[in-house]
């Protein structure tokens, strides 16, 4: 017997179609060369620092007195120091070491956090949203049923410009919220009184906020919150996602985190018993199912906090900001409303008014030879956008732009 809740997955045509549309243009148009802003993965090579870090792990690998085997399965703590060190100390957030998970990237956490939490919880995200917390949930029973386009457990919390793409607080009790700021798709941020008013509901209604800052290298504003421990009470009701994907192009090399505070906790079902940590069981969980992140990867990731690995960070955060930069400006002088794209990579573009996402996506493939990512490929709510990603090279993005002005 299979699991039944995979045959409830809806086929996801996104990125597929994307591919078929592509592939028929270039075959009937081999001339043209198709400039792609529409997928999320990063085009710049890892700071040197982190490749000079790797290659000395390497080294270690090769001698019998320095090679390492198993690690520990929530990660050595040469990162989880500098993790606690660097990411949060400075804004005035204190975390144990035994609070900090090493993980192979934020996607598979996102997922597997499910393991620790009921399948009958509620579940709310918002739409449009970042694919994976709602098929995630769907394969593990949470989401319900798919009845009329929407799941029955889910509760879809709809961001546009009619909302400032600020999510309202559901009219109801939510067990689990996926919040994710900076946001993919729509590159739009809360600041700190905006994502207060979540650890505030989520403080009095017990619910849980599962916080993916896979982006936050990516902010520049001062008001916006890099991490949701900025807020007081977030340790008792958020764990928060991290990656070093979109921070340092280790899209190809995954590594990630995971904070999960000692003051999280849960009523106990046993009647009459100690509340429960969630810190305990997914350390117990971790344990069970995963073997660590690769010490050649944690080595790399730890030179990310060198020095020499923040400037190098920093200069390649700045080359894809500056793309954003270039792009949402060029995109409002031509009289286009934009999104996002000041404080994370993604800019999620207005169609012109009666044209839909994909119509607005056929438009600029076949007549300026870019990809974009339809906004309603991410949820209803995401109809009449594309997202344009800031991830490509300059040049790029600079021919990309000079096409779309010819088409105006
Ligand atoms: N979370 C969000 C919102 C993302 O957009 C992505 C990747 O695109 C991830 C998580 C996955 O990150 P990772 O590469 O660390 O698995």
């Avoid at 598979?108 to 393991?115: F, H, K, L, R, T």
């Avoid at 764990?239 to 340092?248: F, Q, V, W």
Wanted: proline content about 5%; some cysteine; charged content about 25%.
């Amino acid at each position: 017997m299979i699991n039944k809740n995979f045959l409830k997955l809806q086929s996801s045509y996104l990125f597929s179609t994307i591919a078929k549309k592509v592939k028929t243009f270039k075959a009937e148009h081999p001339e043209v060369d198709v400039i792609s802003l529409g997928i999320g993965d990063v085009t710049q090579p890892l700071p040197k620092a982190c490749i000079d870090a790797m290659h000395r792990a390497v080294d270690e690998m090769a001698d019998t007195v320095t090679f390492r085997g198993y690690g520990p399965e929530q990660g050595y703590d040469f990162l989880r120091e500098a993790i606690v060190k660097n990411d949060y100390e400075p804004r005035g957030v204190k975390l144990d070491l035994d609070e900090v998970f090493i993980s192979d990237g934020a996607k598979s956490d996102c997922g597997n956090i499910g393991d620790i939490l009921d399948t009958r919880c509620s579940v709310g995200v918002t739409d449009p949203v970042y694919p994976v917390y709602v098929d995630s949930n769907v394969m593990s029973g949470r989401a319900g049923d798919f009845v009329d386009g929407s799941w029955s457990n889910i509760t879809f919390l709809p961001v546009s410009a009619a909302n400032q793409f600020v999510p309202a607080l559901p009219q109801k009790h939510i067990d689990i919220i996926y919040l994710c700021y900076p946001n993919n798709p729509t590159g739009t941020v809360l600041n700190k009184q905006q994502l207060a008013v979540w650890v505030e509901y989520a403080l009095r209604e017990k619910s849980l906020i599962l916080f993916d800052a896979a982006y936050e290298a990516y902010i520049q504003h001062d008001d916006i919150p890099h991490t949701i421990y900025e807020i007081p009470g977030a340790k008792q009701c958020a764990i928060e996602l991290r990656s070093y994907s979109k921070t340092a192009g280790f899209t190809g090399v995954r590594c990630g985190y995971t904070i999960v505070p000692k003051e999280l906790k849960v009523p106990n079902p046993k009647e009459g018993e100690e509340e429960v940590m969630l810190n305990a069981l997914w350390n117990r969980r971790q344990c069970t199912k995963f073997n660590g992140t690769s010490y050649i990867t944690q080595r790399a990731a730890e030179a990310i906090y060198t020095e020499e690995g923040k400037q190098q960070v920093r200069q390649t955060v700045a080359y894809y900001m500056q793309n954003a930069t270039m792009m949402r400006e060029q995109l409002m002088q031509m009289g286009y409303e934009v999104f996002g794209g000041t404080d994370a990579p993604y800019i999620w573009l207005k169609t012109p008014a009666g044209v839909g996402s994909w119509e607005f996506f056929d438009l600029l493939l076949h007549q300026a030879g870019i990809v974009t990512t339809p906004g309603v490929g991410f949820g209803p709510s995401g109809e009449g956008y594309v997202r344009l990603t800031a991830f490509g090279k300059r040049e790029d993005c600079e021919r990309a732009i000079a096409r779309i002005k010819e088409l105006a």
